[in-house]
């Protein structure tokens, strides 16, 4: 198994830009979790979903950012417009949505917005 | 409130001897546990995991962890330390009211450093 992909690895963009962060869940998980990490605030979620349907997004930091999950085995974290204070490591995340599955994560998108 | 905390920013240790990272947690209810790593420029790893059963847990890579109901704790050890296991070592626990789907709530990260 691929594990967890996300693309891109890195991201660099200038304040007011679109981005849009991708991820691959493991095949078969249906629970998948957006995470930012800063030194800041540390490891924070975002957003997650299950069976495709987002359950609890109120770790959104605002209306500018957005997460959809078209499908089982995609999903999108979009920013726009990007904030230099958006600057993070985004992961990506998923389980086997039931009690005591671990999460197996993504190896990140780091994110710089000048 | 429930949350996880683990009260030390960095732990150092020389090589070959015991390790213990720590956390605490606070949740309703019996808790899921557990421990992730994560190695510079990586995502997190899974480590090891309580659920029920016996307290002491044994994971990846020589790690164990003790869950102590009465001290709400589950800190991390290793008999022996090695220094690739310099990383960021991170405390997570099932959160009991978003539901049933697995979220997460993760303590701070406590960086670990070995040295030789």
């Known amino acids: 198994d691929a594990g967890v992909i996300q693309s891109p690895r890195h991201e660099v963009t200038e304040m007011g830009q679109e981005v849009t962060l991708r991820c691959k869940p493991i095949s078969g998980h249906n629970s998948l979790f957006w995470y930012r990490q800063t030194m800041m605030r540390g490891l924070e979620l975002l957003i997650y979903f299950n069976n495709n349907v987002p359950i609890d997004d109120s770790g959104m930091p605002e209306d500018r950012f957005s997460a959809k999950m078209p499908n089982a085995s995609f999903s999108t974290l979009k920013i726009q417009p990007s904030e230099p204070r958006d600057s993070a490591v985004y992961f990506c995340?998923?389980?086997?949505?039931?009690?005591?599955?671990?999460?197996?994560f993504g190896p990140g998108t780091r994110l710089t917005v000048l | 409130a429930q949350s996880v905390a683990q009260p030390e920013d960095q732990v150092n240790v020389a090589e070959g001897n015991p390790l213990t990272v720590k956390c605490t947690y606070s949740v309703s209810g019996n808790p899921y546990l557990f421990w992730y790593v994560q190695y510079p420029n990586r995502g997190l790893q899974f480590l090891l995991k309580?659920?029920?059963?016996?307290?002491l847990v044994k994971g990846s890579y020589g790690f164990e962890a003790e869950f102590n109901k009465s001290q709400t704790s589950f800190h991390l050890k290793k008999p022996s330390a090695l220094v690739s296991d310099s990383a960021l070592y991170f405390c997570a626990v099932r959160d009991m009211e978003r539901g049933s789907q697995g979220n997460l709530i993760f303590g701070k990260g406590t960086k670990l450093s070995v040295k030789p």
């Open positions: 309580y659920i029920t059963g016996d307290n």
């Open positions: 995340a998923s389980s086997l949505g039931t009690v005591g599955n671990e999460q197996f």
